[in-house]
DNA sequence: GGGGGTCATCGGTTTGTCCGATCAATGTAA
DNA sequence: TTACATTGATCGGACAAACCGATGACCCCC
């Protein structure tokens, strides 16, 4: 039978797929060069399988069989790891790194609050942050180049394990003087017949809003607006109304400007944040765990 | 940051949960015991976690963190493995050893028919094969322990990437003299004012005739056969009627006895042979090839 | 045609793994 | 209680493998 491949000759593999040369490819694994050829020529000797296409000229070109076999070295890598990081959460819960991706409409406005009290629950968690659309943080959660992820739900998580963390309702934001803010409440049938102003597409606020609304996704906008920002000063400059979560608006979101915030009339309306992490994740007991403080710095009501 | 495992560690810790005893484990991994207890030992070091229990006698009990760590290392290894898989699959299709799991209402009947073909079309495969029920299959393919199936679809195949191969036709068997057996058809309906004597629980078949019939599937038989076999010989005793696979007809099951076989009338109704395998593995492609073979030698009206 | 750059090859050194023998602890039978 | 058998842990020495630096072969660009 063929030897399993050891574990040096996968990272070998993967970083040359990463970097397209062995030399840095080699310093990112901190060996020689030397090693790293000789890595990759012992894996594809011992495997018997062409890797590397070697005609063409001295650019580093896998083979469609090398590029599965780069696939199946990082999933081989990450079971891997997944073992010694099982051992780790178990000996000291929420300490040390953390890759948490955080979409735009949450980051901005609540990490302030965030990131102190999760700092006071657990001192030794160091957080890294990276803030990205819904769609691209599934994506790096996938490949495992993130651990959870803080996103509004619903949305599209791709199959990874959801938990609810609280809900964040949506306001009316409307430019001064507007005739609607004359009440007390906004009845959600009212802004339906306004001039909604919506986040640009990839956004799940925008989806959201939209549903919220009773209106169909594949609308087209005139002029999307980029950022929560920016749409706030569109509707203060008087170009529309919006929506907005109550989470932005205590991060102060609206602040500097004219614009009056009703509720919703009825019911209301909300999005629910929420952490996700890979099925059977070696730390999934340590999200849950973190989910309580999270929701309790989160709670825009207090 | 821990180091990563070696894979010689986790075959030490998989081995040793096996046997739960470290000689035995030592000669599996063809090992002295002093190897694989200091390779445990190392591991226990490395990721400063307690596998075992050594405070209970001399007996090997593992922690909880242990059992958990286990269950890892064997993903760990069949995602290494799944490596070297790739690779062969790539180098030499359909060759070397594929472990089928066969459901006991196909095995009998159609195995006979179906190595011959294989062997004809792919000299170099050596089928490994297992003759279970359904669930129990699905169990070992999750485990690792089965590289595919052949079942009855539809089934529960728990989430495993299944490919339909053939429709295998129910038909009705009566016993010699039975009234239904005037006519050249049987209606669907005359059958569920029968006897219908079936499979005993478990079998998919027996859900599946139940299926057809419109029946529910929580039904109590006083008397269920625990095989095709024994059902065609009560069938024949004048027991009651049943439905039968063409397959298994053609497998000679009701051989020697004067059952008689009639068509259901109509659209008529059928169960439909597949294959199944765990998502994602290395060597789909190879079952993907394997299945017009399979498919040409099942199908039982030629 | 020279020079920079890139990957493969070659000896020498170091590191790690494994084995056999032995020890300590436990459980069992006389 | 004593003697024995079994089991897991420990130790020193031998072997193998991984790694490094230097060098070679080749290509591309100037």
Known sequence: MTPLPTPQQLRFLTALADHQHFGRAANACAVSQSTLSAGILTLEHQLDAAILDRGAGKRVVFTPLGQELVGRARMALAALTAVAEAADAARAPLTGPLRLGVIPTIGPFLLPRLMPAVRAAFPGLRLYLREDLTARLVERLAANRLDALLVALPCDCGGGETLPLAR?????????????????????????????????????????????????????????????????????????????????????????????????????????????????????AEYRALAPVLAGASCPAG
Chains 1, 2 share one sequence.
């Not at 919006?242 to 989470?247: D, R």
């Open 168 to 284: 964040d309702a949506f306001v009316a934001a409307l430019p001064p003087g507007h005739p609607l803010a004359q009440a007390e409440q906004v009845p959600l049938a009212a802004l339906t017949r306004e001039r909604l102003l919506l986040l640009e597409d990839g956004h799940c606020l925008r989806d959201q809003a939209l549903a919220v609304c009773g209106l169909h996704a594949g609308r087209q906008d005139e002029f999307a607006a980029t950022s929560l920002h920016t749409l706030v000063q569109m509707v203060a400059g008087g170009l529309g109304v919006t929506l907005l979560p109550q989470s932005a608006i205590a991060g102060g979101v609206t602040a500097g400007t004219e614009i009056v915030l009703r509720p919703l009339a009825g019911a209301g309306a909300w999005r629910t944040l929420g952490l996700v992490w890979r099925p059977g994740a070696p730390r999934a």
